[in-house]
């Protein structure tokens, strides 16, 4: 097994490594994969496994297949990164300040004072168009950088908002974090608008929830 991996034998013959990404190289897109759907389980060891299968995209069938020393490695490093996650997630309810950040050769400015830097077609678009459209915390925070956090020197235009939201796909999540904890600490306005947002999310997931389970028992009932 090489670092943070695990060597898989497919069917076909060819060999497959599979590893752990460190915190730092986590995006966006493997932050939605990570949390989404909400794991269920509550047990260590359960969800464990279950974010080896997502971190890997390996279904768990496959993990039943590799040596057990592999496994429990694997669960290892996965533990230790969700606990730098933790930490992480910590530390940013502390920031004070982000200026800007660097994606793909290009620098994004960080508004400082949200309401008097940032124009009413900006918050409009956020609250309206991209908010609204979020299932995951990941659609959120991408939506929140690709509106909010421009080019340096460039003034906002909503014809690229969607584009740039692409683009941040592969935006490092630890940095939309920073990004998030600095306007929710700084402004009320934001603050509000996300936490509605949040709420928005808990209960669509919610709502898709019981209609699944109202479907389900519909079905046993008629069979």
Same mark, same amino acid.
């Given at each position: ?9 497919? &069917? ?10 460190? %915190? ?18 509550? +047990?260590? #060891? +359960? ?28 669960? /290892? ?34 508004? &400082?004072? %949200?309401? =008097? ?15 609204? &459209?979020?299932?995951? +915390? ?18 906002? +235009? ?19 974090? /920073?990004?998030?904890?600095?306007? #929710?600490?700084?402004?009320?306005? #934001? ?10 999310? %808990? ?14 028992? =519909? ?5």
């Amino acid at each position: 097994m090489s670092e943070g991996g695990i060597g898989i034998t497919e &069917q076909d013959g060819k060999r497959t490594v599979y590893r752990v990404k460190p %915190l730092e190289e986590i995006t966006i897109a493997d932050w939605r994969g990570l949390t989404h759907p909400p794991i269920e389980a509550t +047990d260590p #060891f +359960d969800i464990a496994v279950e974010l080896v299968a997502r971190h890997c995209t390996l279904p768990k069938s496959k993990l039943r297949r590799i040596a057990a020393s592999d496994m429990y490695r694997l669960m /290892e490093v996965i533990s230790t990164e969700a606990e730098k996650i933790a930490a992480h997630k910590a530390k940013v309810a502390l920031i004070l300040g982000i200026r800007s950040f660097t994606h793909g050769g290009i620098k994004y400015t960080v508004p &400082q004072d %949200l309401e =008097n830097e940032v124009t009413f077609g900006q918050f409009e678009d956020l609250e309206k168009v991209l908010l609204p &459209q979020c299932e995951t +915390d990941a659609d959120m925070h991408r939506a929140i950088c690709a509106s909010l956090c421009l080019p340096e020197g460039e003034e906002y +235009d909503g014809g690229k908002v969607m584009e740039r939201m692409a683009v941040f796909e592969t935006l490092p999540v630890m940095t939309a974090m /920073e990004v998030y904890a600095f306007f #929710f600490g700084s402004s009320e306005r #934001f603050e509000h608008l996300t936490s509605r947002c949040l709420s928005q999310m %808990l209960t669509t997931r919610q709502h898709k929830a019981a209609q699944v389970l109202t479907d389900l028992l =519909n079905g046993t009932g008629a069979s």
